[in-house]
């Protein structure tokens, strides 16, 4: 057995910061599910977390039972059904929406788009009642459009502030971030790829030449290592074999990003992410870019930086389905009710 002196905890070292303890609700919409429920358990492990809300629409109070138990200071409610959002939105700082079904093989993300784009606009509306101020974060696909989808409701509540809604591409980064290291031998706690974009495909755009610390591939293994960048969550659904999708990387993914929006709120300085929002960095109305976060959001968007000529073209390739996702969103926002 492990002393309690020694006991293991869940260290996301890159992004979880100790010293600013901190009282914050977070929210968790869709806990139940695949990446719901290691990503609850996962925020029920920091320091940063006061009161962890947990909402699906079955089987939550057992999910937040089971958390519960857990010797952390995160108290945990579970909330069911769209009786209950309320309760499981009112005061909240940081809500994460990971709700929504999961690709299955031969799926594109255009085929979740009816039921996902259902789905998160029920929950924007939710937000935009119940907890107006607070940051939102969402990892139901297609991000490409569901980010439009919950801008266009927050609108329509006069609520919407462009500095606290993102689309969560972090696991972009986070493969990114872990392929490079293994072509390269190095430890991929210390390796930084940005990715800007989007979230699906050919809009994935890793930026390889701006990796921290540099590195360098020939042009063949560079398109190579872009394309496995790009469909890797493809990979994930093929090798789960119709058994879901990139569930618990995608909950790590979610939670690194979550700790640095909260650690930001506390004041630490220097909190950089990629992520999807609204943006004048292109032509694209939304476009995911490094992210200098503060107290309130988005403090300074960081743009796309110095690119080379392979990353300029495959942002110029990525444009017209970026542009294409986003009015496929706000087209369906504009016909809810």
Do not use: W
């Amino acid at each position: 057995m492990f002393s309690r002196a020694v006991r293991p905890t869940v260290n996301l070292a890159r992004s979880l910061s100790t010293s600013a303890q901190n009282n914050a609700k977070v929210a968790v919409l869709g806990a139940s599910g695949g990446i719901g429920q290691p990503l609850s358990l996962l925020l029920k492990n920091s320091p940063l977390v006061s009161h962890l809300s947990l909402y699906d629409i079955a089987h939550t109070p057992g999910v937040a039972a089971d958390l519960s138990h857990i010797e952390t200071k995160a108290q945990v409610t579970g909330h069911i059904g769209p009786d209950q959002l309320d309760a499981a939105l009112r005061g909240c700082d940081v809500v994460v929406i990971p709700a929504g079904v999961p690709r299955k093989p031969g799926m594109t993300r255009d085929d979740l788009f009816n039921t996902n784009a259902t789905i998160v606009a029920t929950l924007a509306d939710a937000c935009a009642r119940f907890c107006p101020e607070a940051m939102v974060c969402v990892i139901a696909n297609p991000v490409n459009s569901t980010i439009p989808i919950l801008s266009e409701i927050m609108k329509k509540h006069g609520v919407y502030n462009p500095n606290k809604v993102f689309g969560v591409t972090t696991l972009d980064i986070v493969r990114a971030n872990t392929f490079v290291a293994e072509l390269k031998g190095l430890d991929p706690a210390r390796v930084n790829v940005p990715v800007i974009g989007g979230h699906a495909g050919k809009t994935i755009i890793p930026l390889i030449s701006q990796c921290t610390p540099k590195v360098e591939f020939p042009a063949d293994q560079l398109a190579t290592l872009t394309g496995r960048i790009q469909e890797a969550g493809t990979e994930v659904v093929k090798a789960k074999a119709g058994a879901g999708s990139a569930t618990l990387s995608m909950a790590y993914a979610g939670a690194r990003f979550t700790f640095s929006v909260l650690d930001a709120m506390n004041g630490k300085e220097g909190v950089v992410e990629c992520a999807f929002v609204r943006s004048e960095e292109t032509e694209s109305k939304y476009f995911s870019t490094p992210l200098l976060l503060g107290k309130n959001g988005i403090e300074k968007n960081l743009g796309l930086g110095k690119l080379t000529a392979f990353e300029e073209k495959l942002v110029a390739e990525a444009m017209d389905e970026l542009k294409a996702s986003i009015k496929k969103g706000e087209d369906f926002a504009a016909k809810m009710k």
